[in-house]
């Protein structure tokens, strides 16, 4: 499986940085999920969960607007708002 560097930003500080080999985005339209060697895009973020599936285990991070933009090789999530979950 291929794995992709997974940024999520607030205009204040780097909430997460990460290598993933898939996450779950709240996007505007739906949730969506991406794998490695996604097809370039850019979407608005609705608020929810973003679920990644990283090298050192499930991160989960609860989001409040925002954009997602998605390279075959990165994910950056910039959000308005992030607070990352324990666990």
């Known amino acids: 499986m291929s794995h992709f560097t997974l ?8 909430i997460l940085e990460a ?5 779950l985005i709240p996007g505007s339209e739906g949730d969506f999920e ?3 060697n996604h097809a ?3 979407t608005a973020l609705r608020p929810g969960q ?3 599936a990283c090298q050192d285990g499930r ?3 609860a989001v ?3 954009f997602a933009i998605v390279t075959p090789d990165r994910v950056d999530i910039l ?3 992030a607070h990352l979950k324990p666990g």
């Open 50 to 52: 973003l679920t990644a």
């Open 79 to 81: 959000a308005d708002e």
């Open 34 to 36: 991406v794998l490695g």
């Open 7 to 14: 940024r999520v930003l607030t205009r204040r500080r780097i």
């Open 40 to 42: 370039p895009l850019v």
């Open 19 to 23: 290598k993933a080999a898939a996450v």
């Open 59 to 61: 991160k989960q991070v």
């Open 64 to 66: 409040h607007g925002g």
